[in-house]
């Protein structure tokens, strides 16, 4: 009976007895996006909860950041620098399952592209999501993490700094674990924590501006060497000027054709290149057998 009784008074003991939640602490947004209005090619697409003011996009709980053709530095208030690498897509949102009261950690998913993590951890861990794995980012440091997704799954995570953080690998399918120490490079080949380089030599992070070096050349040989690309296009521009001295070359040869099929009737020419005509030739003098014969001829009346 006793025991009845307490099972249903314990519910309105418990409401008494239990204190208030505490309010929830005013963090304030969550990330800072600045927008380039200048080179929309270049700027960064922010989409989700948020206000656009004085040039930024200022997220309040979650949302999504594109970077165009370049990195766009992401300030996280009072933390640092997240750095969205070029045509990479990363979604932001606030862990909601940290006690009241407490300064959520960050949470970040990527299918592409890179990051680059340069900001202060707190006492709730960063987590950043991939297709194949999930990254743990714990505190308290500095986090010095760069993580890039290549091909066929290839995921790498360089932990750098002096003060790195808890760096925590977890894949999504197969569950293992893989603890990135301070100051190692990993490449997680084929998306797997059974294919690892623990001495990765490539770069984790955002790959180089070369496409913007390598742009500026193309630039200015457009500019300077335009003119000195354009011969081959004016070959063709030169035979009308040089129409008329072939012209008479061409005019020649289809003279000299009928020419030589008609030796015996030349074509009038002017006085000039005309030859000359030769004298008559004089009569030569008949010989001894010319007389004889004309001796005959007489003889016999044929003259």
Partial sequence: ???????????ALWSQAAPSPAP??????????PLDSKNPGQAATVTGALEVTSGKAIIAASGTITSGSQTTEVILPHRGVLRVCASTTVKLAADSSVPAGEVPGLLMAMDHGAVEAS????????????PDFRILIGGPGAAEVKVRLGQ????????????????????????????VQSGQRVMFQHGSLQEVVDQEKEPCGCPPPVAAQSNEFPLAQSEGFAPLAKPAPAVPSQNPATGPLVEPLVYKSADNAPQAAQPAVPPPTSPEATPP??????????????????????LFGAE
């Fill in 24 to 33: 929830a602490v005013e963090s304030g947004p969550i990330a800072i996006v």
């Fill in 119 to 130: 900001f202060a951890t707190g006492r709730n861990s960063d987590i950043l999501v991939t």
């Fill in 1 to 11: 009976m006793f025991t009845v009784a307490f099972s249903l008074l314990a519910p």
């Fill in 277 to 298: 005509v030769p004298p008559p030739a004089a009569k030569k003098k008949p010989g001894f057998f010319g007389g004889l014969g004309r001796f005959f001829r007489r």
């Fill in 152 to 179: 066929h799954g290839d995921t790498c995570v360089d932990n750098a700094g002096v003060n790195a953080p808890y760096v925590l690998v977890t894949s999504v399918f197969d569950g293992g674990v893989y603890r």
